[in-house]
């Protein structure tokens, strides 16, 4: 069973910056893509940012400029860097990897932006 552990998250304040961390069972390699979604109270889940195995990024427009995907392979993780953090970003995170067809998510992670 693949597992997707995250860390970080909390609360930041409006401006401030706030990084989280994925750490996958297996090697991050052996996933087609990998990337951070999040979900507000009564949205939908969206993409934040995502990463292929080829290591090309993709980031929503909302996230474009302010947030940076990392792929740190000596710790095989994924981090996702958000800068200049916005009541909006407020949300709950969630990494996930896309294997042999499969969708795998973490369990979650909130992050609340206080102005």
């Known amino acids: 069973q693949v597992q997707l552990v995250e860390s970080g998250g909390g609360l930041v304040q409006a401006g401030g910056s706030l990084r989280l961390s994925c750490r996958p069972s297996?090697?991050?390699?052996?996933?087609?893509?990998m990337g951070w979604y999040r979900q507000a109270p009564g949205k939908q889940r969206e993409l934040v940012a995502r990463?292929?195995?080829?290591?090309?990024?993709d980031y929503a427009d909302s996230a474009a400029g302010r947030f940076t995907l990392a792929r740190d392979t000596g710790s095989n993780t994924l981090h996702l860097q958000g800068n200049g953090m916005e009541s909006e970003d407020t949300a709950v995170y969630y990494c996930?990897?896309?294997?042999?067809?499969?969708?795998?998510w973490g369990q979650g992670t909130q992050v609340t932006v206080s102005s």
């Open positions: 990463i292929t195995l080829g290591g090309r990024i």
């Open positions: 297996e090697s991050i390699f052996n996933f087609n893509a």
């Open positions: 996930n990897g896309n294997s042999h067809s499969r969708n795998y």
